[in-house]
Structures are given as C-alpha cells and as structure tokens.
C-alpha cells in the first residue's frame, strides 16, 4: 500500500536557522505532492504543491520543496525559519492515475524559539 | 465567509451516544472528505465522497457513518461513540475537474468522548 513517511517527527529551531523537513513515499507511479501547514489551532493550509513541470516549487511564507523522483523524495526548505513558522507539517501524495485518495504523513512538529 | 464549515467546533459526549458532525461547503467541489487527527498519527481518512450518489470507506471507517444528504452537504455520525474516537476531526473539498487534488480544509471539530 502507498505511504508516506516523515522521519522527523519533532524538530526545534532557532530564529534564522535553516530548515529542512523530509518527506518520502512509496509509490512508482505518477505522483502530485503536497506540503501542508497546521498553525496551532488552526486547520490546514496548502503550503505548497507539485504536479509537473519543474521539480522545485517555490510555496508562500519562502518555502520550497524540491521533488526528486530517484529517490521518492519531496522535502520542504526554508532558508530562515522566523518564530512564526512554529507549526505542525504534513507531506501528503495523490495519485491521479491510482488510489485517487490523498494519503498524509503523520506530520513534524516544528518550533521555532525567538 | 468560509469556504469551508464544520459544526460544531468542539463537543463533549458520553460513550453510547449518538452524535453527527456536519460539514458544508461553498467551493462547489464535488469530492468531500471526512479525516480524523490524532497527536503522532497524522490525519486518517474515515469517509469519503466522489459526488452525492458515491460514498467509499477509507482506512478508518469501523465505528462511523457518513450521509451525503447534497453537493455541499456531507455528514458524519459516530452512531455509539466511545472514548478512543476522542480526536479532532477535519472535513474537506476536492474538485475532480483539476489535475492534482488539492484539498481545502474546514477548521475542524474537537471531539471528546467521556
């Protein structure tokens, strides 16, 4: 069955530093990818996606993800993370040719101290 | 006005009762969802709704029922709730016309099951 991992389950950064989330799947087929944001006590926001075309997409807040399909990765990146970054991630993938479903990562908590 | 709403925002039951969250939207999206959220694990997808007459379980749907009573309207009932269905729960929208499955969010439902 398809799924989705995140390693990092809980990552705490400071103000400036760089991140770098990973997300891998395990599906050969034709993939669209997804990065969601969760801020606290909020719903999910789409952060950022890929279907097509070039393999690194630049998301709102200066997050980009680059999808290298060697190694079934989609990892999120963000040069400077600022203190409202502090959030939970999802990685999610969609099949549009097969399970037709969004399947989600089980998410990385990120806090960012000031 | 949100695009997507779920009611209640939070509710406190008792095991065995019976209880329905209510989701509706104004994307004129025709795939709805129903996930649950759970701390470490993510977000499981419970029900989920092609268009009003197509209604597939997911990966959790033990326990759950879901109504699609119109294109904007999809429903979800614990028919006897227990504790471990405690969690919070999130309806979303798709639209099939587009190429990759982005799915748009409701703020979700904090359930607690005493």
């Known amino acids: 069955a398809q799924s989705v991992s995140q390693h990092n389950h809980h990552v705490i950064l400071s103000e400036a530093a760089s991140l770098e989330l990973g997300c891998n799947y395990s599906y050969g087929g034709t993939v669209n990818l997804f990065w969601y944001v969760q801020y606290p006590g909020q719903h999910l926001q789409l952060l950022l996606k890929y279907f097509s075309g070039d393999p690194l997409v630049k998301g709102i807040k200066g997050f980009e993800a680059e999808f290298i399909k060697s190694k079934f990765s989609f990892n999120l990146r963000k040069p400077s993370v600022q203190w409202s970054d502090t959030a939970e991630y999802f990685c999610?993938?969609?099949?549009?040719?097969?399970?037709?479903?969004?399947?989600f990562g089980t998410g990385t908590r990120l806090l960012v101290s000031p | 006005d949100a695009d997507v709403t779920q009611t209640p925002r939070n509710r406190i039951t008792k095991t065995g009762k019976r209880i329905m969250l209510e989701c509706s939207q104004t994307?004129?999206?025709?795939?709805m969802y129903w996930y649950r959220q759970d701390p470490g694990l993510g977000l499981r997808l419970i029900y989920y709704s092609f268009d009003v007459k197509d209604i597939n379980k997911g990966e959790i749907s033990d326990g759950y029922s879901v109504s699609r009573q119109a294109q904007a309207k999809f429903s979800l009932s614990l028919e006897s709730a227990i504790p471990n269905q405690t969690a919070l729960y999130f309806c979303?929208?798709?639209?099939?016309?587009?190429?990759?499955?982005?799915?748009?969010f409701g703020p979700g439902t904090r359930l607690t099951v005493l």
């Open positions: 979303a929208t798709s639209d099939s016309n587009r190429l990759a499955d982005t799915q748009y």
């Open positions: 999610a993938v969609f099949s549009p040719g097969g399970f037709q479903k969004l399947v």
């Open positions: 994307k004129g999206h025709d795939r």
